[in-house]
């Protein structure tokens, strides 16, 4: 997926006031990613909560290193690594989750995807079947190398972290996210989502970035702005 996956999300944060900014990784390696998030997180100004979703996480946790307006990140469904330590890594440690065996290469050469026949089964099964067969079609392809590279220093050693985890995932093993929002120290929910839950559970993801951008305010010496990098 791509940016657009936050569609059901922002509409509920910018009625709340909420400045947002969805960020189009090119997904061609995780150093580009983190270049074009940094970029982004620069051209925010006040107090800024980033959230990420799956891999998403993991180019936030570089991306959000030594940023001066970062006060908070949220993972969705997401990778939150260690230095040093790769997606692929990551995913090691627990048992393989279904869609692994439905990652495939893609239209474009030296990039996977999920092979659409089984998107609706393995990564969205708790929309509509006519608009999970849609998303399969949109899907952005990435480098498998996104998944291999290894992470810089994690932001979430300097900054709170919120971390929802999704019940019922079968592209991110549930132990792994349980395990990686314990090891961050995050505030952690659960609901009974399948992985993309930003689609499939918008008000959930809205409510936990609330409680994040609310939990920074709660630290904040000068007022908080309500800027919100998704």
Known sequence: MDASSWILVIPLLQAQGYHVLAVQNPLSS??????VTRQALASLSGPTIVAGHSYGGAVMTNAGTGAPNLHSLV???AVAPLE???????????PTPPITAHVVPSYRQGYTWVDPAFFPQDFVPDIEVAQARALAVVQKPIKPACFTAKSGPPAWKTVPSWYLVSGNDRVINVDSERFMAKRIGATTRQIASSHASPLSHPQAVFEIIVAAAQGAQKHQVKPFDKRTGV
């Open 75 to 77: 993972y969705i469904a």
């Open 30 to 35: 995780l150093a580009d990613d983190v270049t």
């Open 84 to 94: 040093g330590e790769s997606v692929m890594g990551i995913a090691g440690q627990f």
